[in-house]
């Protein structure tokens, strides 16, 4: 799982993922199992269910040691940026018809409203607001839909939509979620394992302001036609041991593979260890767009809960000439992918520490906490490929960087105001001129309230 808190090769053209092979198998496969799923389909708007989600955010960036950002208004060397705006999120989910195979129909409607944010304080690439021909929009937003049919266990959604697997997951870490315009197919079928494939074209960021732009890389910024994976999570035999394979390809870009596990050892008196370890093998496809790439990164976070409280250590490593590269903003399932920083540069090695409490039982029910620190080193800049070298603009060796986050948050467990989470998060991040990003602190406050109108 993502943390709480995103040698050279030859270039060689590699066989594109076989997407109707892909669902001709896995209908295939849920036809075997009707019992377990659509036969208890309800119908059409009897299972249907629209929920609404409030979000109020507010950040502050203050940019130290000389770092300095470009604002939305075009003024450079500004080192304070504001953004506050308020997010309001409609997901409608119908139910599906009865009969041998089901159909449905998923649908979301997003919009913001910009509560004070200012040109001169936003950073040219806002965080949270969006952009118009002004400099920040006072309001933005988006819809989209998906067709949905289901034969057992095994569903196929065409359309706009969310995702979440280790090679293109959907992030809801802003004010608004990102989404993607494709096809995908989920299957249950068949016991202790979910099977995934999909296939997306389109793109719509969390700040965007309509669906369907190209899919893009997060750190070479190239462009792509397609994102295509399939893989799957299978629950071991083993108690608590669950394992994760999935394979994508970025269309002339890059092939990645994935390898994950998770196991949790229960010990006596509410104690246990648990281990989660993530890796990923890139290297380039086709025209190469992103350039030669030829990374293997990898992390393991190693837990010891007692009680209330849980204490983590983690390592991360990044092996190769490149940083790690994904699309989508949360397509990054690693454990040091912090909130300033993914500590994800070539070369760079990194630890986590890290220590969260549930304060149900011992202040109030509903409030929790965190605090992390991650320190970055051995980033080495100098081997870039051409592409990453001119995007990123950093050239330089022995790069080291260190990250400090504390969380605070608080759901109210009754009354009027039930299922409202408070939520503060501190953040500060320090580097050498080498490792390139900024000095920052960063304070961000969040509110969410759910209704469910059905």
């Not at 997407?19 to 036809?31: E, R, S």
């Not at 074209?201 to 750190?219: I, S």
């Not at 509903?366 to 081997?383: F, P, Q």
């Not at 400090?404 to 050498?432: F, M, P």
Request: glycine content about 10%; proline content about 3%.
């Amino acid at each position: 799982m993502h943390a709480a808190f995103p040698e050279k090769s030859t270039v060689t053209s590699r066989p594109t993922l076989c997407c109707p092979a892909i669902v001709a198998a896995l209908l295939l496969a849920g036809g075997q199992a009707f019992a377990i799923g659509q036969e208890e389909a309800k119908g059409f708007a009897e299972g249907s269910s629209l929920i609404m989600q409030n979000r109020m955010l507010s950040e502050q960036l203050d940019y130290q040691n000389g770092s300095s950002f470009r604002a939305a208004s075009g003024q450079r060397g500004q080192t304070l940026a504001r953004e506050s705006a308020y997010g309001l999120m409609l997901n409608y989910e119908s139910g599906y018809t009865r009969g041998l195979v089901g159909v449905g129909l998923d649908a979301h409607a997003y919009g913001a409203l910009n509560l004070g944010t200012e040109a001169n304080h936003a950073r040219a690439t806002p965080r949270y607001v969006a952009r118009d021909g002004q400099g920040i929009a006072d309001r933005f937003g988006r819809a989209g839909a998906a067709l949905k049919i289901r034969m057992s266990a095994t569903e196929l959604k065409v359309g706009e939509m969310r995702t979440r697997s280790p090679l293109f997951s959907s992030s809801d870490t802003r004010l608004l979620p990102e989404s993607n315009r494709g096809w995908q197919i989920i299957s249950t079928d068949i016991p202790a394992l979910t099977l995934q494939a999909g296939r997306f074209t389109g793109w719509a960021d969390r700040n965007a302001r309509k669906n369907g732009a190209d899919l893009q890389a997060n750190y070479s910024g190239v462009t792509g036609s397609s994102f295509s994976f399939i893989g799957g999570t299978w629950v071991t035999p083993i108690t608590n041991l669950t394992l994760s394979s999935y394979y994508g390809q970025y269309a002339d870009n890059w092939n990645t593979a994935y390898l994950g596990s998770f196991y949790k050892l229960p010990l006596p008196d509410k104690r246990s260890l648990s281990f989660n370890l993530n890796i990923y093998r890139s290297t380039d496809t086709g025209r190469a767009k992103s350039g030669v790439i030829d990374t293997t990164t990898w992390s393991l976070m190693s837990s010891y809960a007692i009680g209330a409280h849980k204490f983590g250590l983690g390592h991360q490593k990044v092996s190769g000439n490149n940083p790690f590269d994904y699309v989508n903003r949360g397509s990054i399932w690693l454990e040091n992918a912090m909130q300033l920083s993914d500590f994800n540069g070539p070369r760079e090695a990194s630890w986590q520490l890290r220590y969260d409490v549930d304060l149900s039982s011992i202040a109030t029910p509903g409030l929790s906490a965190g605090v992390a620190y991650t320190r970055g080193s051995g980033i080495d800049n100098s081997r870039l490929n051409a592409v990453y070298a001119s995007y990123l603009g950093y050239s330089a060796a022995n790069g080291k960087h260190w990250e400090r986050d504390i969380q605070v948050r608080y759901t109210v467990q009754h009354g009027a105001a039930k299922n409202l989470s408070l939520q503060l998060r501190y953040g500060v991040h320090r580097t050498n001129k080498a490792q390139g990003e900024a000095n920052m602190n960063q304070l961000r406050l969040q509110a969410e309230l759910p209704f469910k109108i059905l």
